[in-house]
C-alpha cells in the first residue's frame, strides 16, 4: 500500500527554521518526482518545490527560492524540506505528493510562523 505521512511541523519565530520530512511506504521516492505543497489558511494549494526522479534536479516556487531545500534520501524512503528564514506568509499545512500526477498524498504537517 502506498503511503505517505508528513512529520516536523510546529511553531517557529520570523526567521527561524525549520525542516519537514516524508516518510514514504509502497514504493521509492527516488522512482517518481516528489513534491511539496503547501495550504494556507483560506487560501488554496501552492506548489512549493519538486524533486525530479533520476536526476534528482530540483526546482521551487519563487516565493521560496533561496531560502528552501529539497532532498531525498538515497534508500528511497525519506523525503525532505529544509526551511530557513521563514516569514509568517510561509504559515500552512505543508503535504509532500507523489509522481507527476500527485497521485498519493499525506494528510500534511502544520507549519507556524508567528511571533
Known amino acids: 500500500e502506498v503511503q505517505l505521512v508528513e512529520s516536523g511541523g510546529g511553531l517557529v519565530q520570523p526567521g527561524g527554521s525549520l525542516r519537514v520530512s516524508c516518510v514514504a511506504s509502497?514504493?521509492?521516492?527516488?522512482?517518481?518526482?516528489m513534491t511539496w505543497v503547501r495550504q494556507a489558511p483560506g487560501k488554496g494549494l501552492e506548489w512549493v518545490s519538486s524533486i525530479d526522479s533520476g536526476s534528482g534536479r530540483t526546482r521551487y516556487a519563487d516565493s521560496v527560492k533561496g531560502r528552501f531545500t529539497i532532498s531525498r534520501d538515497s534508500a528511497g524512503k525519506m523525503l525532505y524540506l529544509q526551511m530557513n528564514s521563514l516569514k509568517p506568509d510561509d504559515t500552512a499545512v505543508y503535504y509532500c505528493a507523489k509522481g507527476q500526477y500527485f497521485d498519493a498524498w499525506g494528510q500534511g504537517t502544520q507549519v507556524t510562523v508567528s511571533s
Open positions: 509502497g514504493f521509492k521516492i527516488t522512482n517518481y518526482a
